[in-house]
């Protein structure tokens, strides 16, 4: 990307070394990079939680029993004198690879339905918006406890696939409601008239054309998305359709028992609230960061 | 912009203000202008005078001065046109002179604004606020955008009536009628109570001029007030200015890049380049003898309706400076073919007798013939024999639209009409009509963008509306499309080189990258880039260079016929005669086939071979170029003709206005008979009756009249 920007200075271009993109995005997207090393801290301790977190997450310790934070449990424990500290570095586990990757592939998916539509347009276009209110109709839970419980269960490296597709499958709709209307005004644009008079195919069109034009809500909704599909999952998990006690995960930790205990016990809430909070944050502040370091127009 | 502006307006002037009420529609300054005639214009102190004016705009790569340090003065009465190119600064110094520029991004950094005896500048918001729509009154560009659509149009005039002039609602409304007649709107009564969207692009733009008058102003200022209008609304809204200036004595300022519009109703011009004004003096004298090499070209880049076609259109070579870095010295001299060692200094806009100023060290050898006459080249003769690439055959096109809500029906679109012409190989065909006019629907049916109703378009003797779709996809390589819109014809995201090279790959033009970039350095330098371009996006080009990678991307796939819709129409007057040359070398140097698209009478004359005017989806008159524009004899062409304006005053003051009356008609509900009775000077009863068939009536030269 850098060496695009050098024709303007052609005068510097002997000497001109083109930087490695990171340092590019780091020293041009600050709050991205920011975001984007919350993410990265988030997905290590997830993935060496074995290694990372003080306590096993499971072992239920009677005597530490609602303890307040303290430097044997920063964080304190939840009603079962579980330390939250390890609980939630060991629900980043989940809530990364349930968060994220469901809501990549509802908003992918999508994204996709919403560009086809928009570039078909006429019939083909009525038939798949109709379908598409159909699935708007149904609660977002309710549809994905349909999904979960016609797929049941089906563990892949201990994630649960069928959860990801239960909580993907209600984002489709609702992402491609958004991408067809962003879809259908660039469709009337000249350049993809003139890709059309030129004789390109139409996934030629949608793929290299369209869809590129579109990154911009694409991102937006994405890290949006990463948020409900946590707190949705939470949910799923809470009516025992999705992580079951006593695997740690944030939404979890905030359902369930927690909320008998907030007077008493406010850490049990706060922190894994804290937790998503965070997550949701560092995907924003990335997926913006994102957004405009793929728009040529917003680099020069 | 505009409509920004407008909102902002709207929100100020919400604030009821309770001013003495002076209700009489009578000129207050009528008899200043009588005076100002008197005194042969020399004695009269200036209403606005604008000194040294400096506006800078903060962005994200630094401070440009959109303006710097312009003069310039309009006396009571006087109509001054403001002339530039995009980006000249003309529209930001009217803005700065309503201290209506956008905050915080805009602010005045430098100079003076004298209106009427008082400084603006050092006025407070509350007392400017009360000056605008009261004395001073803008008008602008968009009609469409620029009326809020969910209020009445006569709440919209009524209300600076009311905040100004604190006048009850009852004397409001009335006053508000009789500024709609005054503006030409007939049934003023019971069109205040609509909306905007129930008036067209003319009639909203009338309404914006009751809305100015309403307070009867001292000051109109009009940005571009008919750039978005056809020809012939475009002269009624013209002569109605012109027209109530006169009689109301109001001093007009009228902001154009359209060089005829200047010819025919200013007294003084003022030219800006890059942000300064570079030359100013009446009107007259300006044009006959321009003082400065920028006006020189501009004057001779554009085609002219009163002329024989020259050969190639003399151009201001280059683009317009960029004014987060402007050159040094003279800001014209990079482009200027005088250009000597002295220019590096920069040259003050300085008196040149006669009420003349010029910003130029050689305007003394300027004026002793330096620059010489225009080079008459002539064109060269089409050569070969004649034969017809592109038939089309009875060609219309019908589209379905759905009017009213849910339960509301469809209404069918006659967009083109039984259209039926032949371009012969690397000849050009001039389409030109009004906007809704079937013109582009043609271009698009040909190119197979949009399936036809019926007819047949004869490719080649191939018919292009019942080929297979595979076989449409192998001719797409001989059938190239040029668009009007350089900002929104290239993909945002693609680079240069990507946008040119995709179909040579997806048509296996070229077998490896290096091909590919090679062949694609060739198309750059054929419309007349730099090869290293291919690695830039479109936004980091100017309008003119986008054009040419457009250009480039056509030619790509070695066609036969380009379809050129309006390929100049979004460009600047000094770009558009590069691009125009352009278009006429690679016909000569490649024995391309046009079909030109457009709007502007002037622009098609020069460019094409043979002429076909539109009205509403139907063919009007068709004739070889020269006999066209020699006699027209479709009384639609005559008036076509007649409406547009040619850059010269001489010939301007001898032409009378023949504007044409009435509104374009609905496509929806076209008249009966011949769709132009409605507006026809020479209509009668038979022709409300019968559809004029399109006749031959000289050799080779066809009319649908029955009057001819």
Known sequence: MTDLASPARPAARPAYRPRSRVVTFVTMQPLGTAGLAIILLMAFAGIFAEWVSPYDPVINDFVAMLSPPSLEHPLGTDAFGRDILSRLIYGARTALAIGFISSFVGCTLGAAVGIASAYFGGRTDLLIQRFLEILLSFPIIVLALVVVAILGRNLVLGIDVNLICAIAVPIVPRVARVIRSSALSIREMPYIDAARAAGYSAPRIIFRHMAPNVSAPYLIMLTAYVAQAILLEASLSFLGLGVSEPLPAWGLMLSGSSSDFYREAPWMILFPGLAISLAVFAFNLFGDSLRDWLDPRLKT | ?708
Not at chain 2, 111 to 138: V, Y
Not at chain 2, 177 to 195: C, H, K, M, N, T
């Open chain 2, 1 to 708: 912009m505009p409509s920004q502006v407008t909102y902002k307006l709207y929100g100020l002037l919400q604030r009821p203000r309770v001013m003495q009420a002076s209700t009489s529609l009578s000129p207050t300054n009528v008899s200043e202008r009588e005076a100002f005639a008197e005194a042969g214009g020399a004695a009269i102190a200036p209403l606005v005078a604008v000194d040294g004016l400096e506006v800078a705009f903060a962005t994200a790569r630094g401070q440009v001065k959109a303006v710097d340090g312009v003069t310039w003065a309009v006396r009571p009465g006087e109509t001054m046109a403001l002339v530039g190119e995009s980006g000249s600064g003309k529209s930001v110094s009217a803005l700065a002179l309503m201290r209506l520029l956008g905050r915080p991004a805009g602010r005045i950094v430098g100079g003076r604004i004298t209106f009427d005896g008082r400084d603006l500048l050092s006025l407070s918001e509350s007392e400017m606020r009360a000056l605008r729509g009261r004395a001073l009154a803008m008008i602008f560009q968009e009609p469409m955008t620029s009326l809020n659509p969910i209020l009445s149009i006569g709440l919209q005039i009524m209300e600076p009536l009311r905040v100004h002039l604190g006048m009850n609602e009852a004397a409001a409304r009335s006053r508000a009628a009789e500024l709609l007649r005054l503006v030409g709107i007939p049934d003023a009564e019971r069109r205040l109570d609509q909306f905007p969207h129930q008036f067209s692009g003319g009639m909203r733009q009338r309404v914006m001029i009751a809305i100015g008058l309403a307070c009867d102003p001292k000051l109109l200022i009009a940005d571009e007030p008919t750039t978005a209008l056809d020809v012939t609304i475009q002269a009624q809204i013209l002569e109605l200015m012109k027209d109530l200036s006169r009689r109301l004595g109001i001093t007009l300022i009228l902001i154009t890049h359209n060089l005829g519009i200047v010819a025919r109703y200013a007294d003084r011009v003022a030219v800006m380049y890059a942000g300064r004004v570079v030359e100013e003096g009446p009107a007259g004298a300006l044009f006959a003898a321009p003082r400065h090499p920028y006006t020189i070209g501009l004057l001779r880049s554009v085609p002219r309706l009163d002329q024989p076609r020259r050969g190639r259109l003399a151009t201001i070579e280059g683009a317009p400076p960029n004014l987060l870095a402007p050159p040094e010295g003279c800001r014209f001299a990079p482009r200027c073919p005088y250009r000597i060692a002295a220019c590096a200094i920069d040259p003050p806009l300085r008196e040149i007798g006669d009420d003349r100023r010029s910003a130029c060290h050689r305007v003394a050898e300027i004026a002793n013939g330096l620059a010489g006459d225009a080079d008459a080249a002539t064109l060269p003769a089409a050569v070969g024999v004649a034969r017809p690439l592109l038939e089309i055959r009875g060609l219309t096109k019908h589209f379905r639209v759905k009017v009213g809500g849910i339960v509301g029906g469809s209404a069918m679109v006659r967009a083109v009409q039984d259209v039926s012409f032949s371009i012969d190989a690397g000849r050009t065909l001039g389409l030109v009509g009004e906007s809704g006019c079937g013109k582009t629907t043609v271009g698009r049916t040909i190119l197979r963008l949009e399936d036809a109703t019926a007819g047949q378009v004869l490719f080649e003797g191939e018919d292009l509306v019942t080929v297979s779709r595979s076989r449409m996809n192998r001719l797409r390589t001989d059938i190239q499309v040029i668009f009007q819109d350089p900002y929104s014809s290239l993909n945002p995201r693609m680079t240069v080189g990507t946008i040119v090279a995709e179909p040579l790959r997806v048509y296996g033009k070229v077998r490896s990258r290096e091909e590919a970039r090679a062949r694609t350095a060739t198309l750059l330098e054929q419309v007349g880039l730099l090869p290293d371009m291919a690695e830039r996006y479109p936004h980091q080009l100017s309008g003119g260079q986008r054009q040419r990678v457009g250009i480039a991307r056509a030619l790509a796939m070695e066609p036969k016929f380009i379809v050129c819709d309006e390929p100049v129409s979004a460009l600047d007057v000094s770009i558009q005669g590069q691009i125009i040359n352009l278009l006429d070398e690679l016909q000569q140097r490649l024995g391309l086939t046009y079909l030109f698209i457009a709007h502007d009478l002037a622009v098609v004359r020069h460019i094409s071979h043979r002429i076909v005017v539109m009205y509403l989806g139907r063919i009007m008159e068709m004739a070889e170029r020269d006999a066209l524009y020699e006699k027209p004899f479709h009384p639609y062409t005559r008036a076509l003709l007649d409406a547009a304006p040619i850059p010269d005053p001489v010939v301007e003051r001898g032409r009378a206005s023949r504007a044409l009356t009435g509104e374009l008609p609905s496509p929806l509900a076209p008249p009966s008979g011949c769709v132009f009775h409605t507006r026809c000077p020479l209509a009668t009863a038979e022709c409300k009756a019968t559809i004029p068939p399109l006749r031959e009536v000289a050799p080779g030269r066809f009319a649908a009249c029955i009057k001819v």
